[in-house]
């Protein structure tokens, strides 16, 4: 499906987001016609428009919590 990344549904690439803004300043796309281009809800089109930097995704802390527990543990596991 254009405008999602397979890994993970739901984020717009920052190539997608270049090409939305480039087609509509420069080659006067509508909204409507690059959301349904893109497969997008018009207002998500309009948002990536607005935004003058890339697109920031928060980041989890759960990679940090595992590694700290995963540094805890024994490095090898006896089995009874």
Same mark, same amino acid.
């Given at each position: 499906m254009p405008g999602f990344l397979p890994e993970n549904p739901g984020v717009i690439d920052? +190539?997608?987001? !270049?090409?939305?803004?480039?087609?509509? #300043?420069?080659? =006067?796309? @509508?909204?409507? +016609? *690059? !959301?349904?281009?893109? =497969? *997008? #809800?018009r207002p998500t089109i309009r948002k990536h428009l607005h935004t003058l930097d890339e697109p920031v995704y928060p980041v989890r802390g759960g990679a940090e919590k595992l590694?700290?527990? *995963?540094? +805890?543990?024994? !490095? @090898?596991?006896?089995?009874?």
């Open positions: 920052v +190539e997608e987001v !270049a090409e939305i803004r480039r087609l509509h #300043f420069v080659e =006067k796309v @509508t909204v409507s +016609e *690059l !959301a349904k281009q893109f =497969k *997008l #809800f590694n700290n527990r *995963l540094s +805890e543990r024994p !490095a @090898t596991f006896e089995r009874p």
